[in-house]
């Protein structure tokens, strides 16, 4: 069990390593192409952002309807954000 808590350590940036570990998880299992979703952390601005780039057609399965899906993938990044001591924004990019 350690040791997966080692390897995500070491993949993230910045100390958002849960925070992007968990939106990657929640967003692969939402669309039809997980092999085609990317997340590159910005942390140029005020806050950092996560950018979040999915495969053609997916991007209305992660917005859903009236974007409540979004707004709750947006939710549950920054709880994991907050286990790591920090604010993460979530943005979804064509």
């Known amino acids: 069990m350690s040791d ?3 390897d995500t350590e070491a993949e993230g940036a ?4 849960t925070a992007q570990a ?15 979703v990317s997340i590159e952390l910005d942390d140029r601005g005020r806050r950092p952002v996560l950018n979040v780039h999915v495969g053609p057609g997916d991007m209305g399965r992660v917005i859903g309807k009236r974007g409540r899906v979004a707004q709750s993938i947006r939710t549950v990044v920054r709880a994991a954000a ?3 001591g920090g604010d993460v924004e979530v943005e979804f990019l064509d």
């Open 82 to 84: 907050a286990r790591d």
């Open 22 to 36: 968990v939106l990657g998880y929640v967003v692969r299992q939402l669309v039809d192409d997980p092999d085609a």
């Open 4 to 6: 997966a808590v080692d």
């Open 14 to 17: 910045s100390g958002f390593a």
